[in-house]
């Protein structure tokens, strides 16, 4: 069993077993045990209300006991608390399988986090380039220049007359 803690502090325990994809797959029409097919993992690792719900209904017992609505559940969940909750309920996940099953999911985990990582390096460097900062300043002065020739009121033309037409 793993745990998390949410912005609030409180600490959550995760346990994933059958009684739990049950309720899983009723209050939110997710089939856990399709997390390697059909893009479970993915909608979770790209949704992160869905994720905060999958939460939410795991720790639901929990949360009942403690007088803790989905709602307020929910303010308490956001940044490295989001984070936290994810790799427990995913770890939890992988654990509930049998193996071979548990295995192929947790290689799978350990490539998103891998290939997350990566992602991460490539966005550093290309926000750390200087060509990214040149770039950005030229169309700036592009964007400055369009705004400074203009029309200032409406009517007003940026282009000099000729004079008067004969």
């Not at 739990?20 to 979770?44: H, I, Q, S």
């Not at 308490?76 to 989001?82: E, H, Q, S, V, Y």
């Not at 350990?110 to 950005?136: C, F, G, N």
């Amino acid at each position: 069993m793993r745990t998390f803690q949410d912005n609030q502090k409180r600490t959550w325990e995760v346990a994933i077993n059958v009684s739990v994809v049950k309720r899983v797959r009723g209050l939110l029409a997710l089939d856990l045990l399709g997390v390697m097919e059909g893009g479970v993992l993915e909608r979770l690792v790209n949704d992160s209300c869905l994720l905060c719900d999958l939460i939410y209904v795991v720790c639901q017992d929990q949360a009942k006991a403690a007088k803790i609505s989905d709602e307020d559940f929910g303010r308490a969940m956001g940044g490295d608390a989001i984070d936290c909750a994810t790799s427990a309920v995913l770890e939890e996940l992988a654990d509930f399988f049998p193996s071979p099953r548990r295995g192929l999911l947790k290689k799978a985990l350990a490539k998103i986090e891998k290939l997350e990582k990566i992602a991460v390096k490539a966005a550093v460097k290309v926000l750390d380039s200087p060509k990214l900062e040149q770039k950005l300043r030229k169309e700036l002065a592009a964007v400055e220049t369009a705004l400074s020739s203009a029309p200032k009121k409406p009517g007003e033309s940026s282009i000099s007359s000729p004079g008067k037409l004969a």
